[in-house]
């Protein structure tokens, strides 16, 4: 199965709050899992990225969080922040291609 | 810092008409891709290229689709005729290399170009 199933729609929390984004997929071939960020005018920007052989991958305030058995994996903003405002979109790597999870609208309110 | 350019930012046409959406990929990368967001809905590939050849495309790139590397700098998405179910923003992409088992490069995007069919 080439999907990768994205979840919640939309998002809103308080500023300094925990956003999290969860993501789930089928295809065990699957190797590489980017999250990208896109605000409004822009495409998406690669955010952070992991691969099934870790765990968990940190970079500032975005953490991913990867559950290899459940084929699962999350994005989690700490502190989240007004200019965090923005649709997130995980996805697959498989091959050339990115596959896209459905995204995530994520409004930080002040 | 480099970026991904696309031109026109919106393009309106009939139903039935041609349209080429033009994209200007960062000058020292080798693959270019195609993608498309229908309103609402997720992103997703059309198509990659390398080497002035398709590498990989999906079921929405049928033969209504095409695409050209027509000069050292422009990548172009052309679609013969258009149909109303065409409407979508359409985003090129461009990665210095191509995605391997060993090696990922991330692939850039630009701002996208809205289609309008109507």
């Known amino acids: ?110 | 810092e480099p970026e991904v350019t696309q031109t026109p930012s919106h393009q309106v046409t009939q139903m039935g008409q041609e349209v080429i959406l033009r994209c200007v990929p960062i000058s020292n990368h080798l693959y270019f891709y195609w993608y498309r967001q229908i309103l609402g809905q997720k992103v997703e590939f059309l198509v990659s290229f390398y080497n002035n050849e398709i590498s990989e495309k999906s079921e929405i790139f049928d033969d209504q689709f095409s695409v050209e590397r027509p000069d050292g700098s422009n990548f172009t998405l052309k679609i013969r005729s258009t149909k109303l179910e065409d409407s979508a923003m359409y985003f090129c992409a461009s990665s210095e290399g191509p995605r391997t088992s060993g090696e990922t490069y991330e692939q850039y995007f630009g701002p996208g170009t809205r289609l309008t069919v109507t």
């Open chain 1, 1 to 110: 199965q080439q999907q990768v199933k994205q979840s919640p729609q939309s998002l809103i929390v308080q500023k300094g709050g925990i956003s999290i984004i969860n993501c789930a997929y089928e295809n065990t071939a699957f190797d590489y899992f980017p999250w990208y960020q896109q605000f409004p005018g822009k495409g998406p920007a690669l955010l952070i990225a992991i691969r099934p052989d870790v765990s968990e991958k940190k970079e500032g305030r975005f953490t991913i969080s990867f559950n290899k058995s459940a084929k699962q994996f999350s994005l989690h903003i700490m502190d989240s922040q007004p200019g965090d405002s923005a649709t997130y979109f995980c996805a697959a790597h498989p091959t050339g291609k990115l596959i896209f999870g459905q995204g995530t609208t994520l409004q930080v309110k002040p």
